[in-house]
Structure formats: structure tokens, C-alpha cells
Nanobody, 122 residues
Framework: HLAEAGGGLVQPGGSLRLSCVAS????????MAWFRQAPRKEREFVAT????????VYGNAVQGRFTISRDNAKNTLFLQMTGLKPEDTAVYYC?????????????????WGQGTQVTVSS
């Protein structure tokens, strides 16, 4: 079970930190990722991190502004978002897949949280 938190309303240029807590399973054995979905748009890959935190990939739209990280001791995934833009407005989901294989496709992730809303607006 994955549970996201930290979403909210922020002004353009602002920052937010999302978290995702895993309440079951062996978190440290899972590759984790963040995806987002805006109204009337397809789900979009944001970032992924391998079980050790040594392999990270970002989507083009967030490269250089967002940072994914994890704390395996606390079963928690993070997404630090800076320089937020109105186009970052979406529901953000964390997702997990067992193992180390890198994938940026949502179809490759078996576990999903319920999502947390991020709204960037003045």
C-alpha cells in the first residue's frame, strides 16, 4: 500500500515536497517512481529511482527542477519540486515495481498510490 502526501496550492516559482509511504512489503527491494496526470491529459512520467537510490531518471519536463529521493529505513519516497510552473498542476502518483529494471512506463509498475493534488497558480 502506497500513500502520498504533501500536495497543495503553491504560487508559480514556489516549491513543494511530496512524500510517499509504503506500509507493506519490502520497500528497499522496489524501484519507485512518480507520475502525474493533469485534467484531460495522459499520465506523464516524472521520475524514477532504483532500490539503492543510485540510478535516477527524470522526465524532460521536470529535469533540473525536481529531485527524487528515498529513505529505505523509513519506507518513504520523496519528490522535491522547485521552480513550479502552472503546467506542473496535476495529480501526482507514486508507483512501485519489484526489482531493479528501469522503466519510465506506467504499465511497468504494479503498485500505485491514490495520488495527491498539486496546483500551481497565482
Amino acid at each position: 500500500h502506497l500513500a502520498e502526501a504533501g500536495g497543495g496550492l503553491v504560487q508559480p516559482g514556489g516549491s513543494l515536497r511530496l512524500s510517499c509511504v509504503a506500509s507493506a512489503g519490502s520497500f528497499s527491494a522496489y524501484r519507485m517512481a512518480w507520475f502525474r496526470q493533469a485534467p484531460r491529459k495522459e499520465r506523464e512520467f516524472v521520475a524514477t529511482i532504483n532500490p539503492a537510490g543510485s540510478d535516477i531518471v527524470y522526465g524532460n519536463a521536470v529535469q533540473g527542477r525536481f529531485t527524487i529521493s528515498r529513505d529505505n529505513a523509513k519506507n518513504t519516497l520523496f519528490l522535491q519540486m522547485t521552480g513550479l510552473k502552472p503546467e506542473d498542476t496535476a495529480v501526482y502518483y507514486c508507483a512501485g515495481r519489484l526489482g531493479w529494471t528501469q522503466t519510465t512506463s506506467g504499465a511497468g509498475y504494479a503498485s500505485w498510490g491514490q495520488g495527491t493534488q498539486v496546483t500551481v497558480s497565482s
